[in-house]
């Protein structure tokens, strides 16, 4: 299968700063990437869909200044927590579907936690 | 609103049997079928992909479709303990490649 990979692994930071959260697909090129989030014993939540090279579609709820979202290849997108709060510590996780078929691959996730 | 129902489990079957998870979706419209593995701690992936009617087999994974019953089963084989995780099923409309998860089930496979 398609391999996606999603850098740090684990972060902590303090409240009121920003975290970035970079997804790449590996061995493929990624017409469209993904952002969930997933508490603990929940289900996956999907933030936002991103299209290269164009502004990212948000999922209800979710705020688009607080989490910004850039696709600038193919290949990458990432995900910025601007001024993070205790309540955004979560898992953060990361999609990508190949151009040509509808099964979606994951990143191993991110581990945010704030202080 | 569309749907995927699941249930939530746990699952428990002995080392070397059958496990049987089940799923049904809403929206008519749904065009591609998932199920997705799950371990604590980590993210999901995908273990079967299926997108039209009747069976598809992978080593001891098969999945299974009914459109007109609007059910997708996945049937794991032999079942081991390292398969103990949540099982996630998943559907997609149309071109958008958007998933709509189900809560997933909890399986325990006992030694």
């Known amino acids: 299968g398609a391999v996606v990979s999603q850098h740090p692994s684990r972060v902590i930071c303090k409240s009121g700063t920003s975290v970035k959260i970079e997804c790449r697909s590996l061995?493929?090129?990624?017409?469209?990437m993904f952002w969930y989030r997933q508490f603990p014993k929940q289900s996956l939540m999907l933030m936002a869909t991103?299209?290269?090279?164009?502004?990212?579609?948000?999922e209800q709820g979710v705020e688009k200044d607080k989490f910004l979202i850039n696709h600038a290849s193919l290949t990458l997108s990432t995900l910025t927590v601007t001024s993070a709060h205790p309540e955004d510590s979560s898992f953060y996780i990361c999609?990508?579907?190949?151009?040509?078929?509808?099964?979606?691959?994951f990143g191993p996730g991110t581990r945010l936690t704030v202080t | 609103q569309k749907e995927v129902e699941q249930n939530s489990g746990p699952l428990s079957v002995p080392e070397g049997a059958i496990a049987s998870l089940n799923c049904t979706y809403s929206?008519?419209?749904?065009?591609?079928f998932f199920w997705y593995r799950q371990y604590s701690g980590k993210s999901p992936e995908l273990i079967m992909s299926?997108?039209?009617?009747g069976d598809k087999e992978d080593g001891r994974f098969t999945a299974q479709l009914n459109k007109a019953s609007q059910y997708v089963s996945l049937l794991i084989r032999d079942s081991q303990p390292s398969d103990s995780a949540t099982y996630l099923c998943?559907?997609?409309?149309?071109?958008?490649?958007?998933?709509?998860f189900g809560k997933g089930t909890l399986l325990t496979v006992n030694p």
């Open positions: 999609s990508a579907n190949t151009r040509s078929a509808s099964e979606q691959y």
């Open positions: 998943a559907v997609t409309e149309g071109s958008n490649y958007k998933l709509t």
């Open positions: 061995d493929f090129q990624a017409t469209t």
């Open positions: 929206d008519r419209g749904s065009q591609s």
């Open positions: 991103s299209n290269e090279g164009s502004k990212a579609t948000y």
């Open positions: 299926i997108y039209s009617n």
